[in-house]
């Protein structure tokens, strides 16, 4: 079992939907990461957060360290928010690396 | 002005072949990474560096070697290339190591495809 989930692993929306994509880890954490890959294959940074909520234009991320579980959250999609989406979690003690989750493929259709 | 730069962006090369990718940061970060992206577009890391001392490394063959001539510099030197070394190699960079309780936002570089043949 990967020590990171992501769900859904692909994820097709018509344009204007708000969307929704989860990640479950199975450690304890200092802060989480979401990262997003265009499709040109570029990775970028969105959030990372290890509390409550960060909004970021139209981009909302929440966890809930208790439940080790966090959301990522799109409104009025636009098909130019279509990529992948990553969440990743530090892992090990001392010097820590980040785990990835697999990654949801988000396709928004005009 | 490019944060995190690697080149080249493609590499093509035979099987049994040496090559080298090169990662540079001008962000004044101190730890720098590099992560391999399998065909299944699953990330993990192979190496980390802070002011160019290695300090993660994971189980990855010894035929990879990172080098760190100053904090700016990240560079991977592959020796004897295999098949199942194709793949996407992304360098990145933070301000400072991961370490228990620090958020280090990671800056990734644009991605170096490698087909080996």
């Known amino acids: 079992k990967n020590e990171v989930e992501q769900s859904p692993q692909n994820l097709t929306a018509q344009e204007g939907e708000f969307i929704t994509i989860n990640c479950s880890y199975s450690v304890g954490i200092s802060a989480l990461h979401w990262l997003q890959q265009h499709p040109g294959g570029g990775i970028v940074s969105l959030f990372m957060?290890?509390?409550g909520k960060k909004k970021h234009g139209k981009l909302i991320a929440t966890i809930n360290i208790q439940e080790k579980h966090s959301s990522l959250h799109i409104t009025a999609s636009h098909p130019r928010d279509s990529a992948v989406y990553i969440c990743?979690?530090?892992?090990?003690?001392?010097?820590?690396?980040?785990?990835f989750g697999t990654g949801t493929r988000l396709t928004i259709i005009p | 002005d490019t944060a995190v730069s690697q080149t080249p962006k493609y590499l093509v090369t035979q099987m049994g072949n040496d090559k080298s990718i090169k990662c540079e940061q001008n962000?004044?970060?101190?730890?720098m990474y590099w992560y391999k992206q399998d065909s299944k577009k699953f990330l993990k890391i192979m190496f980390s560096?802070?002011?160019?001392?290695?300090?993660i490394n994971e189980t990855v063959p010894n035929r990879f070697s990172p080098k760190s001539p100053d904090k700016a510099h990240l560079n991977l030197h592959i020796n004897s290339l295999e098949l199942g070394d194709s793949a996407v190699y992304f360098c990145?960079?933070?301000?400072?190591?991961?370490?228990?309780?620090?958020?280090?936002?990671?800056?990734f570089g644009p991605g170096t495809r490698l087909t080996v043949l």
């Open positions: 962000l004044g970060h101190d730890t």
């Open positions: 990145a960079s933070s301000q400072h190591p991961m370490t228990s309780g620090s958020r280090n936002e990671q800056f």
């Open positions: 990743a979690v530090p892992t090990n003690f001392g010097n820590e690396k980040l785990t």
């Open positions: 560096y802070n002011n160019k001392e290695l300090i």
């Open positions: 957060l290890s509390s």
